[in-house]
């Protein structure tokens, strides 16, 4: 039997500064709103959600021009990030989207 690989995995804290964990909640309950819509990355990264400080950018790791994935999947991906990823209300960290290893999500206070 073939063993699964993930092809991206979850990290925490690897791209700090991080954000509110209520703000990321936000853009979880924004994304997850948005069902089948496509959440596509053209080029290397797209800003998918914003809500007071805290960013939720997908990246590109197809090594092609584009990923994309349901947005309901990038904020699967996401909540894994808010419930592994956070302490002291704070959230940071970067996952796959769900079922789908070439396009992460990083939740972030980034500029």
Do not use: H, Y
């Not at 909640?25 to 496509?38: D, Q, V």
């Not at 790791?61 to 584009?66: A, E, H, N, T, V």
């Not at 999947?73 to 209300?89: E, R, S």
Request: proline share 4%; charged share 10%.
């Amino acid at each position: 039997m073939k063993r699964l690989e993930a092809r991206f995995p979850l990290m925490c804290g690897q791209v700090p500064p991080a954000c509110a964990v209520a703000d990321a909640i936000a853009c979880l309950n924004f994304l997850s709103a948005l069902g089948t819509t496509a959440c596509t990355v053209n080029g290397d990264n797209e800003v998918f959600c914003t809500a007071g400080a805290c960013k939720w950018i997908g990246s590109n790791l197809s090594g092609g021009p584009s990923a994309s994935s349901f947005c309901a999947d990038v904020a699967t991906g996401g909540d894994v990030v808010i419930n592994t990823c956070q302490g002291n209300g704070f959230v940071d960290g970067s996952n796959a989207a769900n079922g789908n290893g070439l396009l992460a999500v990083t939740i972030s206070e980034e500029s």
